[in-house]
């Protein structure tokens, strides 16, 4: 027998909580932003970054080659490849919503962007532990 997959909104980060309810009210716009802006909080945060490090500049900084959060022992196509994941997400979905009024009218792509957010905060957090174990060695 075949283990059912998880149910994804159930799956959920719970720091995506803000970005959960804006989807279920429907406020898919909203509901983006959130998402993404917790992601961003969370790079800023596991790379030791201040507040005035934001956007393409933030996860640029913190997954490029040689970053603190780029996982060192993957080959630099993979790392270039995990930073192409959240400069898209923040170039395509977070500055939007920041600068300007976006209209969301699809809720299945919004939460598809809301998972997506999940997935970068599973990678942060991953890369956050790589960080800590490699400053205590």
């Known amino acids: 027998m ?8 159930r799956e959920l980060d719970p720091r995506l909580d803000r970005a959960r309810r804006a989807l279920e ?11 993404l802006k917790a992601v961003e909080v969370a790079v800023r945060a596991a790379g030791g970054f201040s507040n005035a490090n934001v956007g393409l500049d933030l996860v640029t900084g913190a997954f490029r080659v040689g970053g603190p959060l780029a ?5 630099p196509a993979e790392q270039e490849g995990v930073l192409a994941l959240f400069r898209g997400a923040v170039a395509a979905y977070r500055n ?6 976006i209209e969301f009218d699809d ?7 809301i ?6 905060l599973r990678i942060t957090d991953r890369a956050a532990v790589r960080r800590v174990t490699s400053e205590n060695q």
């Open 2 to 9: 075949t283990p059912s997959a998880p149910e994804p909104q």
């Open 25 to 35: 009210d429907a406020d898919y716009d909203n509901a983006v932003h959130l998402g």
């Open 115 to 120: 998972r997506l957010a999940s997935l970068l």
């Open 71 to 75: 996982d060192s022992s993957a080959l």
């Open 96 to 101: 939007p919503t920041s600068h300007r009024d």
């Open 107 to 113: 809720p299945a792509e919004a939460a598809e962007v």
